[in-house]
């Protein structure tokens, strides 16, 4: 895809910038911006503590592993893939690993670069701010371990068929933009 970048619209200036609100997992800091217009306007920014990692696993007979947790944000129980934020500079695909791990007991029985790929990476909502998720798919899982999860994390596992899994996206029933955008990428890279 090319661009023009004299077509681009023009970016704000940020005049200053406070934060609201901070706790382990975000912060909201309030900017205040010219518009190109040169009027003020004020802009609410969600900022997250770190990146987020999430793993599209398939088991021995090429079946995804999916949980099914309730989140409080949208009110709903959602399909969605093991995953959360990686510790400062670590390692993402560790980080998503462990996550892996930790949530469902599973990993890959060989981590390289053919069980372990590098999906790409999503923003969460690049309208409230720089919150990004890397998204990596790992073949071969096995029950390794028992599970570790955070004591607000309430998580039932399953396990689909890709057909089963790319029909829920299709017919909207996942809505949830780290799975969306795994299946997407695996279906163009062929691997799905």
Do not use: C
Not at 42 to 65: K, M, Q
Not at 90 to 95: F, I, S
Not at 102 to 129: C, I, K, M
């Amino acid at each position: 895809m090319t661009t023009n970048p004299a077509n681009d619209p023009p970016a704000w200036a940020t005049r200053a910038t406070h934060t609201a609100f901070r706790n382990r997992w975000l912060a909201v800091e309030i900017d205040e911006v010219e518009l190109p217009t040169g009027a003020a306007y004020e802009y609410t920014r969600l900022l997250s503590a770190a990146a987020g990692v999430a793993v599209i696993g398939f088991n021995a007979a090429g079946h995804v592993l999916l949980e099914r947790e309730y989140r409080h944000g949208v009110g709903q129980v959602v399909w969605q893939l093991p995953g959360g934020l990686a510790d400062g500079d670590a390692d993402l695909r560790a980080a998503g690993l462990r996550e892996l791990r930790e949530e469902t007991g599973h990993a890959p029985a060989q981590v390289n670069d053919e069980t372990v790929r590098y999906l790409g990476s999503v923003w969460d909502n690049p309208g409230f701010g720089t919150a990004i998720s890397h998204v990596y798919a790992a073949w071969g899982l096995e029950r390794v371990s028992d599970t570790r999860r955070d004591p607000g994390e309430f998580v039932a596992l399953h396990w689909v068929t890709p057909a089963r899994l790319k029909e829920a996206v299709r017919a909207g029933v996942i809505r949830d933009r780290v799975v969306v955008a795994a299946v997407g990428w695996l279906v163009l890279n062929g691997w799905m």
